[in-house]
């Protein structure tokens, strides 16, 4: 906690000397000085040469070195598992996407996380020292307990309801041929396909199931004719 505290201390105040990193944070002496040698060590923070004195020695002031320490963040969707590495100052400077994690094994997606995590580390060539934090965000349904519901069993769940949903229309309207537009409709293995089984189930014969050609734009172009242009 006291590392987190000095490091947004100095990302904040830099170039900033020790003592008033002390002032700032009212943390020890002792612990600032062996954080601040830490970042110094390990390339978090850098020199930053020397400040004014208030009558007495000049001051050493640090900065953060932007390139210095990382934060790595993890988006494990329903459809893609996306990992991106941050530097200090907020850029991303490495970004990989990888396929959903199919599976409800806990140390299988732990391992997935873990080849993940080390592919990105070295790919920038980094020590792993460096990374500071890793932050993993998960779509899904928490309950009352915070256990999440990942993705995956949420899109199971709507291709069940979107089958019954458009056999009833099929068989009401007599279609031949049901168009479906989103970025979803990308991923065929994902929902196309299993959707077109889940209704063959209710449904002898149905109507064709397909993707629209304009993929993810089809939501903007069907919000054209309301700007009243």
């Known amino acids: 906690m006291n590392r987190l505290i000095i490091l947004e201390t100095i990302e904040k105040e830099s170039p900033i000397s020790r003592v008033d990193i002390l002032r700032v944070t009212k943390t020890s002496s002792p612990t600032v000085s062996l954080v601040v040698e830490h970042f110094l060590k390990i390339g978090t923070v850098r020199d ?65 996380l873990k080849e993940l995590i080390h592919n990105v580390i070295s790919q920038l060539n980094t020590d792993k020292g460096r990374v500071l934090e890793i ?15 990942f993705a995956l069993e949420i899109v199971e769940k709507v291709i069940e309801y979107l089958a019954i949903g458009l056999t009833n229309i099929s ?20 929902l196309l396909k299993p959707l077109r089984e889940k209704i063959a189930k209710i449904m002898a014969v149905s109507a064709q199931i397909v993707a629209s050609c304009l993929g993810e734009d089809i939501g903007v172009i069907g919000a054209t004719p309301l700007s009243g242009v």
Do not use: C, Q, Y
Not at 135 to 149: A, M, N
Not at 171 to 181: H, P, Q
Not at 183 to 188: A, L, N, Q
């Open 135 to 149: 932050g993993l965000g998960v779509s899904g349904i928490t309950d009352e307990f915070g256990k999440v519901s």
């Open 171 to 190: 068989a009401l309207l007599n279609l031949e041929m049901i168009v479906l537009g989103g970025e979803v409709t990308k991923h065929d293995d994902i």
């Open 48 to 112: 930053a040469g020397v400040g004014e004195s208030s009558g007495g020695r000049k001051p050493t002031l640090i900065e953060l070195n932007s390139n210095g320490g990382f934060i790595i963040g993890i988006d494990l969707g329903g459809i893609n598992t996306n990992l991106v590495l941050v530097n200090s100052s907020g850029k991303i400077v490495k970004r990989i996407k990888g396929s959903v994690i199919d599976s409800n094994s806990k140390n299988k997606i732990l391992n997935r």
